[in-house]
Each structure stands twice: as structure tokens, then as C-alpha cells.
């Protein structure tokens, strides 16, 4: 299970909410995820709301704002695409008078640019398995899976493999790595812990994105900016994140805004034919 990071901040002169608000939020997610954050800065004139990327090369946000006393030089809700490093300003908040201000907003991201034109990818992907060869994992989690690749949600054709925690993880299909998280050590069968897997995310040659998730701590050996081949070692396979048993999640994706992207089928190449997942059917790279 995967998501993007969500959250929201308040800021008026009723400062004291804030802090209950923030608080409250906290206390739903036990982790953030560090690729994208956003801040906010008070301008002569109001209010500039910044990006910064870390470890990730490609990012779409999607901001919503409230405003009161105050004009978006940009129409809301804003989604901006970054493939550039660096805190880059994304909305400017400009007070309309001296008085009677204030300022809420949202956001949320996904890692990769939307796809603008609705033709990314094709209508499925025929990839290899993402693990070595010779080795078999069982499918704990097919397309639909009722736990979190919900018919409808944006894992619906993502793929759980049972490996065991420390399994060699490979890339399903070439691309340049845009995305690599590594420092967290934390997971667990809970909502709470979603935005704590460590992932790795590859961009394929037809602008879709691969994206190898619940990765242990520190194993991660590619960069971004690393062109991989089929079959390349990316990391070892961990435990992190919203995982009820260590497994690999993987999926490929779309991104078609800010808040929203949605997977393709994805199908493995074996060399007895072409092998559709099926929970608890097992996959041997042969
Ligand atoms: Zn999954």
C-alpha cells in the first residue's frame, strides 16, 4: 500500500489553533515522508508557498486554498510539475489590504510528472518478475486485492510478493531511478504507518513509473538519476511502512494529478508464457 503525503496547515491570527490543529494531524501518521516538502513564507505582501524535493527528481503537487483578505496570483486549486532541484516557489498568497487576512491550504503530491496528455503507458505492461532468477515468491496480494489494491483505488492492479525481509529486489523494467527513499525503520499493520516505506521508483522509457515499496532500511543501491537495466539489483525487500508481513509492493503507475494516480495491469514475462498474478499463485523467475 502506497499514498501520497498529504497535510494541511493553518495559519491566522488565531495562531493557538494551529498548534491544536497540527497536533491532531500528527497524531494520525507516525511518519512523513521527506521527498517533497512544503513550506510557507511571509512576503512583504503576503504569503509564498515553496517545494523542495529530496531524493526524488520528479514530483506533481496539487494545492488548495482557503483564503480570506488575500488573491492566489494563480487559479486554485494550483497542480505544478517539478523536475528541478532546490526550494522552488509553486503559489504566491497576496494580501488585498492591510486587514482581515488569513490563510489555509492543502495539498498533496505524487512522485513522477502527470501525465498532460492521458497517454502514458499503454493499457497493460508485460514485465519480468522483480527478484532474481531462479527464485519464487508466492503472490500475497494480486489486482483487487481486498486489503489495499481496493477495485477502483490507485493500487488496483498493484502486485504484493511474500518475500521473506532481506530478498534481493530487481527492476521489472529498464529506466532512470527518479525516487529513492531509505532512512526509515519503522512499519506495521496500521493506516498510521503509511507514509513510512521505503521505496524506490523507476521511470520507464514510455514515461510510466515502477515503483518497489516497503524496501529495509538503507539497502537501496541505486541513485536517482541511475539508468537500470532489466534484471539490475536495486535493494533488498524489508518491512516497512503499512505492511501486515514483510513483502514487496510493486505496481506500475500513472500520475494524473497531485492527489491522484492509477496503476496499470501488469503481467510477467516467464519463459512458459506470459504470467498473470493471482493471490497466493507463485511466481518463479525461470
Ligand atoms: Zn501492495
Known amino acids: 500500500m502506497t499514498s501520497s503525503a498529504g497535510k494541511i496547515l493553518f495559519v491566522s491570527a488565531l495562531w493557538l489553533a494551529l498548534l491544536v490543529f497540527d497536533g491532531a494531524a500528527f497524531a494520525l501518521e507516525r511518519c512523513q515522508d521527506p521527498s517533497v516538502k512544503i513550506e510557507d513564507q511571509a512576503t512583504p505582501d503576503g504569503v509564498q508557498v515553496f517545494a523542495t524535493m ?45 486587514a482581515n487576512w488569513s490563510y489555509k491550504y492543502s495539498y498533496g503530491w505524487q512522485k513522477g510528472l502527470m501525465d498532460y496528455n492521458k497517454n502514458l503507458g499503454g493499457q497493460y505492461v508485460v514485465c519480468a518478475p522483480p527478484f532474481p532468477r531462479g527464485v519464487s515468491y508466492k503472490v500475497n496480494q494480486g489486482f483487487f486485492g481486498a486489503k489495499s489494491h481496493k477495485r477502483g483505488g490507485a493500487d488496483q492492479y498493484a502486485v504484493d510478493f511474500a518475500m521473506p525481509e532481506g530478498s534481493v529486489v530487481c527492476a521489472a523494467l529498464a529506466g532512470t531511478v527518479i525516487g529513492v527513499r531509505s532512512e526509515s525503520d519503522i512499519g506495521g499493520d496500521d493506516i498510521s504507518f503509511v507514509h513510512c516505506s521505503n521505496y524506490i521508483i523507476v521511470k520507464h522509457l514510455d514515461g510510466t513509473y515502477g515503483e518497489y515499496v516497503h524496501l529495509r532500511q538503507g539497502s537501496p543501491r541505486v541513485r536517482p538519476g541511475q539508468q537500470i537495466a532489466v534484471g539490475t539489483p536495486l535493494a533488498f525487500s524489508g518491512h516497512t511502512g503499512f505492511a501486515d508481513a514483510p513483502h514487496l509492493h510493486f505496481g506500475v503507475y500513472k500520475v494524473l494529478d497531485g492527489d491522484r494516480k492509477v496503476t496499470l495491469p501488469v503481467y510477467f514475462q516467464t519463459s512458459a508464457g506470459v504470467w498473470t498474478p493471482k493471490e497466493g499463485a507463485v511466481l518463479e523467475n525461470n
Do not use: H
Not at 523536475?83 to 492591510?98: K, V, Y
Open 54 to 98: 529530496n531524493g526524488l527528481l520528479e514530483s506533481t503537487i496539487t494545492l488548495r486554498a482557503q483564503l480570506k483578505g488575500m488573491t492566489c496570483t494563480n487559479p486554485l486549486p494550483l497542480t505544478v510539475c517539478l523536475n528541478t532541484p532546490g526550494r522552488i516557489p509553486i503559489a504566491t498568497f497576496r494580501r488585498d489590504g492591510p
